[in-house]
């Protein structure tokens, strides 16, 4: 039976879920009555849930029958120390999960075939190199024809957010802390979805930031754009195409930022690490309305200890105008060009 404080949930959060995952489980029955359980791509069109199958095949049996689609997400373990220093039993994961509940229906109009299809190559083969699919054109004709697609209708969608919401303030201070003490992988994204899903915990002393600004571990593909704009105006980038700066920006080791109480970006920065030895700090932008107020401080504070970063013996970066920015952070210029760059030795 599902814990009520666990829901939490929006119904497009649980759609887009499904539409990312990079694999979801198909649960049916065959046409002997047999359990049907498939791994599978799948795609995400007008609100319906598609995916590929051979013409023969227990996948393919499932046409016409009730099934359920599923997708999760492993967003941290928390061991048992967090909680308790004696029992093993408080260990626990937090996780996000969605499932899709409908009949099967098979589709047989070409241009949507193609369409799924084509989705599908968009979704696992992004980097293109290949004419996109159509049902008209003669190199595609045969396979639009001869392969099955199947779809669901999202009617009936559902999704949990397992992050802590059990857990009263002081617990979930506790593991905000040890998750950004830890640092493996997964860990700065897993602290902005704790906190978002537990709203009322205190900010941790790592995130404390000024009032009216929210800061954030993990930046990622819904920031994309706002960061692209608040740094396509910056001196350093008055020559970098936008879709360079978006590319640098989801290659970095680390990646933070702040957005104020509207929800609006108002400041990111990005590091180049290897967790160890050497760190390049590049990209750091304050929004213009909130210089002077000391949230470039914080975000600084916040990438410096960024556990990609935090270990590195030598920290770089470039500036031509704030240097004495840097400087209060133990920064030294190293060598004198148009935009001096400074180091920071620990």
Known sequence: MRKQEFFGMAREEAVALLAAAPVVRLASVGERGQPVLRSLHAVVLDNWLYFHAAPVGEKSETVGREAVIAADETVATIPSHVFDPERACPATTYYLSAQAHGTLHAVDEPALKARVLQALMEKHQPEGGYVPITAEDPRYRGA???????????????????????????????????????????????????????????????????????????????????????????????????????????????????????????????????????????????????????????????????????????????????????????????????????????
């Open 144 to 346: 639009v024809k001869g392969i099955a697609v199947v779809g669901m209708p999202l009617t009936q969608v559902d999704g949990k957010a397992k992050l802590g919401q059990n857990r009263g303030t002081d617990d979930l201070g506790k593991v905000l802390r040890f998750l950004w003490a830890r640092g493996e992988p997964g860990d700065p994204r897993a602290v902005d979805l704790v906190r978002a899903a537990n709203p009322n915990v205190p900010t941790p002393e790592f995130l404390q930031a000024p009032a009216g600004a929210r800061l954030h571990c993990a930046s990622g593909p819904r920031d994309l754009a706002e960061t692209v704009e608040l740094l396509a105006g910056q001196y350093w980038n008055v020559d970098v195409p936008r879709d360079r700066i978006a590319r640098a920006q989801v290659s970095s080791s680390a990646w933070v930022g702040a957005r104020d109480e509207a929800g609006a970006l108002i400041a990111t920065g990005r590091g180049i690490a290897d967790g160890a030895r050497c760190a390049f700090l590049l990209d750091i932008a304050v929004a213009e309305p909130w210089r002077g107020r000391g949230l470039g401080k914080a975000l600084l504070n916040l990438l410096l200890d960024h556990p990609q970063v935090r270990g590195c013996r030598r920290v770089l970066l470039r500036t031509r105008d704030a240097q004495s920015f840097y400087r209060a952070f133990g920064f030294r210029e190293r060598i004198e060009l148009p935009g001096t760059e400074m180091v920071l030795n620990r």
